[in-house]
């Protein structure tokens, strides 16, 4: 049985390794502080989480990307290392994540 070689670069291409890992639901200080105060959480929907090189990124979702608001990746000290809007051109730091997320906390 011969294997294309397209065949082996679609499978490799289609599997992100991220997906694979199990999160801990527990959140960092730092985001907790961000759920506790309600001028800042109040637009907050989900808080999405994936582990990229040995790192746990959130996603703080508001879903303001609809309305060409901007969305926030942030790492465990809370430190912004990647965000997205609606109609922005994506940032080349997106590249980096997967498709799916893990949803870690809803409102």
Same mark, same amino acid.
């Given at each position: 049985m011969k294997i294309y070689?397209?065949?082996? @670069?679609f499978? /490799?291409?289609?599997?992100?390794? &991220?997906?694979?890992?199990?999160?801990?639901?527990?959140l960092p200080n730092c985001i907790e502080s961000?759920?506790?105060?309600?001028?800042?959480?109040?637009? @907050?929907?989900? /808080?999405?989480?994936q582990k990229v &090189?040995?790192?746990i990124h959130y996603w703080l979702n508001t879903d303001f990307t609809q309305f060409d608001g901007v969305e926030y990746i942030?790492?465990?000290?809370c430190d912004t290392i990647c965000s997205f809007c609606g109609e922005c051109?994506?940032?080349?730091?997106?590249?980096?994540?997967c498709e799916t997320w893990q949803i870690i906390w809803k409102k």
């Amino acid at each position: 049985m011969k294997i294309y070689p397209i065949v082996i @670069l679609f499978l /490799i291409s289609c599997h992100c390794n &991220n997906e694979d890992e199990i999160i801990n639901p527990t959140l960092p200080n730092c985001i907790e502080s961000i759920i506790a105060n309600k001028a800042i959480s109040g637009a @907050l929907q989900t /808080i999405r989480a994936q582990k990229v &090189n040995g790192n746990i990124h959130y996603w703080l979702n508001t879903d303001f990307t609809q309305f060409d608001g901007v969305e926030y990746i942030l790492n465990t000290n809370c430190d912004t290392i990647c965000s997205f809007c609606g109609e922005c051109w994506p940032a080349d730091c997106t590249k980096i994540y997967c498709e799916t997320w893990q949803i870690i906390w809803k409102k």
